[in-house]
């Protein structure tokens, strides 16, 4: 079945980086545009990034453009979101999505606090 299984979260200060990865399997991932949500405490889940199933476009959140970057490697079935600049407001838990799929993994926690 489709897993998606969200890694690389973790304490991060104001503009600091880190690499979110989603591991894919259950699906045949170079077929599908991907997808990067968020979950803020409170608040309701928010689109951040996509990018199709070959990786030549990608689009963003406003309030990420410039400072996040989705990436995807086709043969090892591995969506990224590299996320620079980070700012208190990108705390919330981050998930991974494929198109078509109503399935989410855990989702990764990143906290960006001083």
């Known amino acids: 079945q489709v897993q998606l299984v969200e890694s690389g979260g973790g304490l991060v200060q104001p503009g600091g980086s880190l690499r979110l990865s989603c591991a894919a399997s259950?699906?045949?991932?170079?077929?599908?545009?991907m997808t990067w949500y968020r979950q803020a405490p409170g608040k309701e889940r928010e689109w951040v990034a996509s990018?199709?199933?070959?990786?030549?476009?990608?689009n963003y959140l406003d309030s990420v453009k410039g400072r996040f970057t989705i990436s995807r490697d086709n043969a090892k079935a591995t969506l990224y979101l590299q996320m620079n600049n980070l700012k208190p407001e990108d705390t919330a838990v981050y998930y991974c999505?494929?198109?078509?799929?109503?399935?989410w993994g855990q989702g990764t926690q990143v906290t960006v606090s001083s």
């Open positions: 990018i199709v199933s070959t990786g030549s476009n990608t």
């Open positions: 999505n494929a198109w078509g799929y109503d399935v």
């Open positions: 259950g699906f045949i991932f170079g077929q599908r545009p």
